[in-house]
């Protein structure tokens, strides 16, 4: 089954769930120096997920099953400023 991720075109098996990839990006991104500083600051990593343009509470990832092209966006909380 395609989806995208962050603009790009991915394959996952079929009745994936959102927490699935929450871990597998979450597993990606955690040695980025933001990643790392936001997570020593706060204890967390505070990713954003949004699923065709909705944002998903945390407590809803186990039970979002991701369909044949599901746009899926992750953002970084603090851009500064």
């Known amino acids: 089954m395609k989806v995208k991720i962050n603009y790009e075109d991915h394959e996952v098996k079929p009745r994936v769930r959102l927490a699935q990839i929450v ?10 120096p933001m990643i790392q500083t936001i997570v020593k600051k706060t204890g967390q990593d505070h ?3 949004v699923v065709n343009g909705r944002i ?13 092209g599901d746009d899926i966006r ?8």
């Open 47 to 49: 990713i954003v997920f």
């Open 23 to 32: 871990k597998m990006v979450r597993r990606r991104k955690k040695n980025e």
């Open 56 to 68: 998903i509470q945390p407590s809803d990832y186990d039970s979002t099953l991701l369909k044949e």
């Open 74 to 81: 992750w953002i970084h909380p603090f851009f500064g400023g």
